[in-house]
């Protein structure tokens, strides 16, 4: 399998069905950029270094999700609106095991 399915609220409410590539090691926040399901510049800010949280998520699914590192831990203490559910997008590469993942894109910050 090279693409999978996931279901991203955009920041307006509106729901997408879209397809990630697999084979192409990006992480979540780069195919929400790729899909320009955020506004430009309002996502991604540091590059997807867990500096910023400008891709917090929320989580929707029951997927097993790699461990939270220490940075993305210590970005989410330093935000607003974080839930249980929260993840930081850049944190997230695209496996085959989050096929037909459903997430949320928090507010911008």
Excluded: W
């Amino acid at each position: 399998m090279s693409d999978i399915n996931i279901t991203i609220t955009d920041r307006n409410g509106e729901k997408h069905n879209i397809e990630a590539p697999t084979d192409m090691a990006m992480n979540l926040m780069e195919v929400i950029r790729m899909y320009e399901l955020a506004d430009e510049g309002t996502i991604g800010v540091c590059g997807g270094m867990a500096m910023c949280a400008s891709c917090q998520c929320y989580i929707i699914s029951n997927h097993k999700l790699p461990e939270m590192q220490d940075e993305e831990e210590a970005m989410l203490s330093e935000v607003f609106d974080v839930k249980e559910n929260s993840r930081l997008t850049c944190q997230i590469p695209i496996t085959e095991d989050l096929n037909n993942l459903e997430i949320e894109i928090a507010k911008e910050i």
